[in-house]
């Protein structure tokens, strides 16, 4: 499913909504921006965080990213968390609903991470049947995003942008373009991050993230970069980002930062270089695109 058919016109550029922040975003907020929560912070009935969350929707519109639905999980979707997703995403009514291809929970133990898959027919079988599980219990798209990885699995049969490409084919839904995972994984396997653009179908791109990475050193003293959103976004990923929305054209574009928070200025300045990278790359994409690869 093409961008287009989301539910949009959606605000071009967001960042992650933290209660921390709320005092300063009513000061100094974002002229046509959005803001991106974890739907697991708001699955209670009531409480700060939402009242938080219901001040900040009277202004702003807000996307809803899980992170615990387990989706490439071999496991059964749990019923029990994906009816507190929905009931988040009626309660909220999100411009965006998004979810991450990963497992993160198998036989009742629930894993503190987002942990990749192999990419074969089977996997692919049960991928695309846990998205269309989740698109009818929301009755609207979700955008799967790929993910940062680590390791890979010699059994893997495709590449993963030729496994993402075929769920999006085989279940209509959107996708969340993460070019902090990419760059992330494409430096730990050795690869190319903007090979990997290149392949990625962005035709069905209906979000891109933008993150902060760490960089540590494995075993071999080889680099080994973590996805942390502790920081912000590093000078390669902003550079792939040109590239990319050169080709694109406008897309909804959030900046993730979920530890080691700053101050709502030093966030809001991370989304208005998306705005300004944005706005170059749509008034000169092939120049933009040139200097960026």
Not at 4 to 23: I, R
Not at 172 to 188: H, K, M, P, Q, R
Not at 192 to 205: G, I, N
Not at 225 to 253: C, E, K, N, Q
Request: hydrophobic share 40%; glycine share 6%; with cysteine.
């Amino acid at each position: 499913m093409h961008r287009d058919c989301l539910h949009c016109p959606a605000p071009l550029v967001g960042t992650s909504f933290k209660p921390c922040h709320f005092a300063d975003i009513v000061d100094n907020g974002l002229q046509d921006g959005f803001f991106e929560v974890h739907a697991e912070n708001y699955m209670g009935k009531g409480g700060p965080p939402h009242r938080a969350l219901s001040a900040l929707r009277e202004t702003y519109p807000v996307s809803v990213h899980g992170v615990c639905l387990s989706i490439g999980g071999p496991s059964p979707l749990d019923a029990h968390h994906l009816a507190r997703f929905r009931d988040v995403v009626a309660r909220y009514e999100p411009v965006l609903v998004s979810e991450h291809l990963a497992w993160s929970s198998h036989g009742g133990a629930f894993y503190n991470d987002l942990l990749p898959l192999p990419y074969t027919k089977a996997t692919l079988d049960r991928v695309c049947a846990h998205v269309d599980q989740i698109q009818e219990a929301i009755a609207r798209p979700l955008l799967l995003e790929n993910p940062s990885t680590y390791v890979g699995f010699a059994s893997s049969t495709m590449s993963e942008t030729e496994f993402i490409a075929a769920v999006a084919g085989r279940t209509g839904c959107g996708l969340l373009l993460d070019i902090n995972n990419a760059f992330v994984s494409a430096t730990n396997h050795g690869c190319s991050a903007a090979d990997y653009l290149a392949d990625f179908p962005l035709e069905q791109v209906g979000e891109i993230h933008l993150a902060g990475h760490s960089e540590q050193r494995d075993d071999e003293d080889e680099p080994l970069l973590i996805d942390s959103h502790d920081r912000p976004v590093a000078g390669p990923v902003w550079a792939l980002y040109a590239s990319v929305i050169a080709r694109t054209g406008p897309v909804p574009t959030l900046v993730e930062w979920d530890s080691q928070l700053p101050d709502w200025p030093v966030l809001r300045a991370q989304a208005l270089e998306a705005r300004r990278i944005m706005d170059a790359a749509v008034a000169s994409p092939v120049e933009v695109a040139d200097h960026a690869l």
